[in-house]
């Protein structure tokens, strides 16, 4: 499944809070998290991320982790491919 994570920091970005970002990408490559694409942003989100995930759960066990760095919303994405045979 894929996700968009719509992110917010939560504190003051520094090298170090960066360095501990990419630990935790690291140890989720091992859950079955795999990133597609981090952005980061200027506007109302300061990071949109494209990631895949084997299930919700899976998606809603990284959120949680990550609560007390970021806030952030979650959107299942639909490949247009799959979308598209959906149509009638």
């Known amino acids: 499944m894929y996700f968009v ?6 504190n003051k970005v520094t ?3 960066v360095v501990e970002s990419v ?6 490559a091992k859950e079955g998290i795999r990133y597609r694409g981090i952005y980061w942003t200027l506007g109302r989100y300061d990071v949109v ?6 299930n919700e759960t899976a998606s809603m066990h990284m959120s949680l982790r990550m609560g007390n760095d970021f806030d952030m919303e979650r959107l299942v994405a639909l490949p247009a491919e799959e979308a598209r045979k959906l149509v009638g």
């Open 15 to 17: 090298r170090e809070s």
């Open 49 to 54: 991320a494209v990631f895949e995930a084997g």
């Open 5 to 10: 994570a719509l992110v917010k920091f939560r």
């Open 23 to 28: 630990r935790k990408q690291a140890m989720e």
